[in-house]
């Protein structure tokens, strides 16, 4: 059964950090386009990384969001570093159904397996 187990959100201060992970089972993540969306309240879902062998941020997170794998784990990670209140949403990773991801803007209709979603609220 092809899965995706976000983990790692939680409440934190302005300007801490946190690491969410995205387990994944039934597939080899690091074969898949893998990507990282978030939703605020009230607003679609954006997406803002990317990665098959490279990967794309999108503008908003440049600099401060860092993503990884660890292809023994089967497992992506992102980092987010100097968090902000406007960071608070919840997160979600995603996977393509092929090894490349397509140039351009994170669109979640090009991805077609999600998980359930981790939540991050940030306080300031």
């Known amino acids: 059964q092809v899965q995706l187990v976000e983990s790692g959100g939680g409440s934190v201060q302005a300007g801490g950090s946190l690491r969410l992970s995205c387990a994944a089972s039934?597939?080899?993540?690091?074969?898949?386009?893998m990507g990282w969306f978030r939703q605020a309240p009230e607003k679609a879902r954006e997406g803002i990384i990317q990665?098959?062998?490279?990967?794309s941020y999108a503008d908003s997170v440049k600099g401060r969001f860092t993503v990884s794998r660890d292809s023994s784990k089967n497992t992506l990670y992102l980092e987010i570093d100097s968090l902000k209140p406007e960071d608070t949403a919840m997160y979600y990773c995603?996977?393509?159904?092929?090894?490349?991801?397509?140039?351009?803007?994170?669109?979640?209709?090009?991805?077609?397996?999600w998980g359930q979603g981790t939540r991050v609220t940030v306080s300031s």
């Open positions: 995603a996977a393509r159904a092929t090894w490349n991801c397509i140039p351009g803007a994170v669109r979640p209709a090009d991805f077609g397996v």
């Open positions: 039934g597939f080899t993540s690091s074969s898949r386009c």
């Open positions: 990665i098959d062998r490279t990967t």
